[in-house]
């Protein structure tokens, strides 16, 4: 046998024997079945609990459906436990585990967690509809700041200036709809307020190549400064003439909206939530479908092949920024639109933050950060829900619910998230 092969053959033998054995997930899952088991098996609740499903639609009825917290919380934790026996002997074996296995075993978690949660009420009755719709609604600013992030990211621009282009929109919203008693006026005022931060974070990141996460974090702390000052100085003492913007119409889609369960959900909106249908949708045609997403995605990615076949790099990722200004400034204007119709200081509280840990959980697809999105809503929503149903969890975790799903994420215990490869870095053209 020659050098070479005597070569080839050992090196193909070192090959085979290197396995790497990835232990993080399955030691968390270890341990989340094991507190679950603990929790929402052991302890859980004696009470039934009662799930409606048939609010909000006029031709259909149903029973509530009854779930057993003591039953459903044992079969969770046995399907946990077994999964963590699967993703231990894969992790042991050095192979991948299976795409489905963190859904899977989140989704167990989290709805054990929320019958344990029910159940220990003094009123363990709740509205599935009312539930969705409110996650829907609550989830609507993350995901329009989570579109403006993305396009910015797939374009090779981090943005941490989300959080202030939600509070720049909210407050040019209030600001014109109040003065020209026009809820459509202040919409298009929060898109200008959205592209005005993102024109701050073009200028230094694209032009000056200051670092891109710095020149987030400050654009975000000046935004609230001035805003604050603002509110304080100019908003609160005329609050009936510039705080006081009428809100966005709601209205419900004819036929759909009598679908059972999903309807009223999704087709008894107020009209932000249907604009923000067709910006997800169209962001995910121009991505995938048009010249202009190839374009995106090749400067996100190789931005000095992008060049060498004639693209301008900078000036798609500065068109690219302020487009995802306008998007997120509509996420703003949710605040002062349809939530309230008057602006506070900091009244975002760290949405914007979230959003970003929405893209990230979404792997830099909008289909991942809307379903990424829904799911901080539905959470920022549970906390209320439990709140009222009065439940035993100190109101002090479930505060924290959001923030701690948000860590959860971002930390990658669904599974490892990989940005476009040109993200943070700035081009020169040489």
């Known amino acids: 046998m020659s050098v070479e092969a005597t070569k080839a053959t050992s090196l193909s033998s070192d090959t085979e024997t290197l396995v790497v054995k990835d232990w993080k997930n399955p030691v968390i899952y270890a341990v989340l079945a094991l507190v679950a088991t603990l929790l929402i098996g052991l302890r859980a609740p004696q009470a039934t609990i009662s799930l409606g499903i048939s609010d909000g639609v006029s031709w259909f009825s149903a029973e509530p459906l009854r779930i057993n917290p003591q039953t459903y919380g044992w079969v969770a934790s046995a399907l946990m436990l077994a999964l963590t026996l699967y993703s231990l002997v894969t992790a042991k074996a050095g192979k991948t585990l299976g795409k489905w296995v963190a859904p899977l075993f989140w989704l167990l978690f989290a709805t054990g967690l929320l019958v ?64 020209t008693k026009s809820p459509w006026a202040g919409l298009v005022a929060a898109m200008v307020g959205g592209m005005l931060v993102s024109a701050l974070l073009a200028v230094f990141a694209i032009k000056y190549l200051v670092d891109q996460v710095i020149v987030g974090v400050v654009v975000n702390v000046l935004v609230s400064g001035l805003t604050g000052f603002f509110f304080t100085r100019v908003l609160e003492p005329n609050a009936s003439v510039l705080n006081s913007a009428p809100k966005l119409p709601a209205f419900a889609i004819p ?50 092949a992008a060049d060498t076949l004639g693209v301008n790099v900078n000036r798609l990722r500065a068109t690219n920024v302020l487009l995802a200004g306008a998007v997120a400034g509509m996420g703003g204007a949710f605040f002062t639109l349809v939530s309230v119709s008057s602006f506070n200081s900091d009244m975002t509280a760290g949405q914007g933050y979230i959003a970003l840990a929405a893209l990230i959980f979404g792997r830099w697809t909008p289909i991942g950060a809307l379903s990424a999105a829904l799911l901080f809503g539905f959470s920022l929503n549970l906390q209320f829900v439990l709140s009222i149903l009065g439940t035993s969890v100190p109101t002090e975790l479930l505060a924290m619910l959001p923030y701690l799903v948000t860590i959860f994420a971002v930390a990658g215990l669904v599974g490892r998230s990989r940005g476009p490869a040109a993200v943070g870095i700035p081009y020169v053209k040489e």
């Open 255 to 304: 036929g759909l909206s009598e679908i059972p369960v999903l309807g009223p959900v999704l087709f008894n909106q107020n009209v932000l939530v249907y604009i923000m249908y067709i910006v997800v949708a169209t962001i995910w045609f121009a991505l995938n479908k048009t010249r202009w997403g190839l374009r995106t995605r090749a400067v996100g990615e190789h931005p000095k």
């Open 116 to 179: 344990w949660a029910v159940g220990s009420t003094a009123s363990p009755s709740l509205s599935l509809v009312s539930l969705l719709n409110g996650a829907v609604l609550l989830s609507v600013p993350m995901i329009f700041g989570s579109m403006g992030g993305l396009l910015c990211e797939r374009s090779g621009v981090v943005n941490i200036a989300i959080e202030g282009q939600l509070l720049l929109g909210a407050f040019s919203a209030v600001l014109v709809g109040s003065l």
